[in-house]
């Protein structure tokens, strides 16, 4: 097994990548990148989280470098626009950027902002975006379930039929099953409330969500993502969060192997970097399924400092030990 965990750190590679806008209180995402056979992996769990809890991240790392993807069963993925709680004058601006996206994910109950902020920005973009548009709003369950209940309604009242769903309206699966039966038949999708493999099933079981968002990194990669969400039954978004170029293509292959695609995938993201390695930007709203090309000199630029890279390396030996070695081992993979 030692041998194993000795490939893994034949080639890291750390870099930090400058975010547009803070997110999670951090402004540089830190990511190490891990090289094998099939190319470049992406182990980035959040640096709050602990060995064992990253511990599929690196399995999802392993599989990308290492073992690769199942066939695609289409060629391009359609992705929506993401748009901050921001003025309408500025929403709009930002949808426009978005290259032909017909899905606008609007992100709602900002602290500091109030439902008036959230129906303003709402009627604007529907507005101003072309007819046939499609929305989902993303509260990030910053809801409780009476304020869900009056905030639910009053965008329906602006959006209509072009109200795809609302993403974590409220923060916990008891709120969301409560939510769900009084908001019916408007859909909500479960985000937050999905952090690790098991949790698909708890959210489609509790019957708290009708679309689970589903990222490929925190589930341990693509073969794992399709069990799951096969297992789940429910309808799949594929998504990624502060994901590099080498994530997004996990994220790409994920949707491209899912056997229904109903929804436009989160994975147009590479404009929450200012830099990225490789930019999967959207045409006419979809990303096309293909592998990114990544220089030796942009890594160079983005490269964190040695002490950095030492750290990550005691990180991937660490998280190793803490539980990917036992997963490698049930899933069959040998390289
Ligand atoms: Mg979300």
């Known amino acids: 097994m030692s041998n194993l965990l ?5 080639e890291v590679r750390v870099v930090q990548l400058p975010l547009t806008n803070e997110f999670r209180g951090i402004t540089v995402r830190e990511i190490a990148l891990i090289k094998g056979a099939q190319g470049w992996g992406e182990f980035g769990p959040f640096l ?5 809890e990253s511990a599929r991240w690196l399995l999802a790392a392993i599989e990308a470098s290492q073992i690769g993807w199942p066939t695609p069963l289409r060629t391009k993925i359609p992705v ?3 748009i901050p709680a921001l003025s309408p004058h500025q929403a709009i601006k930002v949808f426009d950027s978005f290259n032909g996206c017909q899905t606008a994910k609007v ?3 900002q602290r500091g902002q109030s439902l008036k902020d959230d129906v303003d920005r709402l009627r604007a973009l529907k507005e101003h975006a072309p007819v046939g548009t499609r929305f989902r709003i993303d509260a990030n369950g910053g809801w409780s379930l009476s304020e869900a209940l009056i905030a639910v309604e009053a965008v329906h009242e602006v959006l209509g039929e072009s109200l795809e769903y609302v993403e974590q309206p409220c923060a916990s699966i008891e709120e969301l099953v409560a939510l769900r039966s009084r908001i019916s038949p408007i859909l909500i999708a479960a985000d937050e409330s999905i952090r690790k493999a098991e949790d698909p099933l708890r959210v489609a079981q509790a019957g708290a969500a009708d679309i689970a968002i589903v990222k490929v990194s925190p589930l341990g990669g693509v073969a794992a993502a399709l069990r799951i969400a096969a297992a789940a039954r429910l309808p799949t978004v594929v998504s990624s969060a502060l994901d590099s170029a080498v994530g997004i293509r996990g994220g790409l292959a994920l949707a491209g192997a ?7 995938c989160g994975l147009a993201t590479t404009s929450l970097l200012t830099e990225d390695l490789y930019r999967f930007a959207p045409v006419n709203g979809e990303i096309e399924i293909k592998d990114p090309i990544i220089s030796e000199s942009v890594i160079q630029r983005l490269s964190a400092p040695s002490e950095r890279v030492q750290w990550w390396r005691e990180r991937i030996a660490r998280t190793w030990i803490a539980g990917t070695s036992k997963l490698v081992a ?3 993979w040998s390289w």
């Open 6 to 10: 000795d490939s893994l750190l034949t």
């Open 48 to 52: 709050e989280y602990d060995d064992r």
């Open 80 to 82: 929506n626009a993401t």
């Open 107 to 109: 992100k709602v109950a």
């Open 258 to 264: 899912l056997p229904n695609l109903p929804y436009s």
């Open 330 to 332: 049930e899933s069959g």
